[in-house]
């Protein structure tokens, strides 16, 4: 079964493709879009948010093109406390509406609680449970562990996983056997 998940966000958006064959995941291709805003004053905001968008929407089309994945795993966002995690937290809401095929999503808890095993994980207790269970994904490594900005790529790896227990999952399992 082809698979590709999605960790969604304005700034760095992960997205991983991966294989699975007899119940075991192997992760193949991964990238993260990283979108940046203008430091420019004559860049209006809203045309700044419109051009990351539309840099998202692009990369994010042409990785699925490219893959045509049988399933999409994504994490919903979870709430904010202010504007401009709103405005990320509607990007992302936006891009999961338009995905094809329909996404399963899963929720940053059901994401730590179905990988590291807590709610709480750290960044780094994710990395790390990412790059033991895959070591074969394309890792930039320093000092034999994934650099810290690989944390997207992680958390759409573990996303994968915790996809994998949804009742959405074992519904589509049930169907195309």
């Known amino acids: 079964m082809k698979i ?22 192997k992760v193949i291709d991964s990238v993260t879009i990283e979108t940046e805003k203008s430091k ?26 490219k893959h045509s994945p049988e399933i999409i795993f994504v994490e919903t966002p979870s709430g904010s406390q202010s504007a401009s995690g709103m ?26 609680k179905a990988t590291v095993g807590t709610k709480t994980a750290s960044k780094h207790e994710m ?3 990412a790059f ?8 930039t490594l320093r000092n034999d562990f994934p650099l810290a900005k690989q944390e997207h790529m992680a958390d759409a790896i573990a996303i994968i996983y915790a996809g994998m227990v949804t009742p959405a999952f ?3 399992k049930s169907v195309t056997r």
């Open 4 to 25: 590709v998940s999605i960790d969604p966000s304005l700034r760095n958006t992960a997205l991983v493709y991966s294989e699975l064959t007899d119940g075991v995941v």
């Open 40 to 65: 420019l004053k004559q860049v209006r905001a809203s045309s700044d948010l419109i051009h990351r968008c539309d840099v998202l929407h692009r990369h994010v089309n042409k990785f699925l093109e």
């Open 87 to 112: 405005k990320n937290y509607g990007v992302s809401c936006y891009m999961i509406a338009t995905l094809t095929p329909r996404a399963i999503e899963v929720t940053p808890t059901e994401v730590k």
């Open 127 to 129: 990395i790390a449970w």
């Open 132 to 139: 033991e269970k895959h070591p074969e994904a394309p890792w």
């Open 170 to 172: 074992d519904w589509i």
